[in-house]
């Protein structure tokens, strides 16, 4: 039987980089070249005059296989996504790295976001949500009159 070895140019330095990361999750803290989203989409969020804008990465999924949510201030992005089975394939898998996708980022929202204004839409990997503010929390100019 044939066998495939990932191959890994750096595997001193990665084998500590690993120990690492294994001590990390031991004690369920985050490696520290992770930002903290090891097995999570990239995300940014952004404040602008008028709205939060919340862009998260997810290539590889569609719409369908994304789900927002707003419960109690509390703004999540989730997703499921089974790998399909191919019947009549031949052959025996000697990787196989793809298989259930899954994730669930959770965001507290600000106080001055309009709750039932929020907008998503998704286009080419990238998931955007709109998060306006509401009209009353918005900054605003006032003129000064002379007396």
């Given at each position: 039987?044939?066998?495939?070895?990932?191959?890994?140019?750096?595997?001193?330095?990665?084998?500590?980089?690993?120990?690492?990361?294994?001590?990390?999750?031991?004690?369920?803290?985050?490696?520290?070249?992770?930002?903290?989203?090891?097995?999570?989409?990239?995300?940014d969020i952004r404040e602008e005059k008028e709205r939060y804008v919340l862009e998260?990465?997810?290539?590889?999924?569609?719409?369908?296989?994304?789900?927002?949510?707003?419960?109690?201030?509390?703004?999540?992005?989730?997703?499921?996504?089974?790998?399909?089975?191919?019947?009549?394939?031949?052959?025996?898998?000697?990787?196989?790295?793809r298989g259930v996708r899954a994730f669930r980022r959770s965001f507290s929202m600000p106080r001055d976001v309009d709750l039932d204004s929020i907008k998503a839409n998704f286009k080419d990997g990238l998931l955007t949500v709109h998060l306006p503010k509401r009209p009353e929390a918005r900054e605003k100019n006032i003129e000064i009159t002379r007396a």
């Open positions: 039987m044939k066998s495939v070895i990932t191959y890994n140019p750096d595997s001193v330095l990665s084998a500590l980089d690993d120990w690492d990361k294994m001590v990390g999750n031991l004690f369920d803290r985050d490696y520290p070249g992770s930002a903290g989203t090891v097995g999570y989409p990239a995300v998260a990465e997810l290539p590889g999924l569609a719409e369908k296989d994304v789900s927002i949510k707003v419960n109690d201030r509390i703004l999540t992005v989730e997703s499921v996504k089974q790998e399909e089975k191919k019947s009549g394939q031949d052959g025996v898998w000697l990787i196989r790295e």
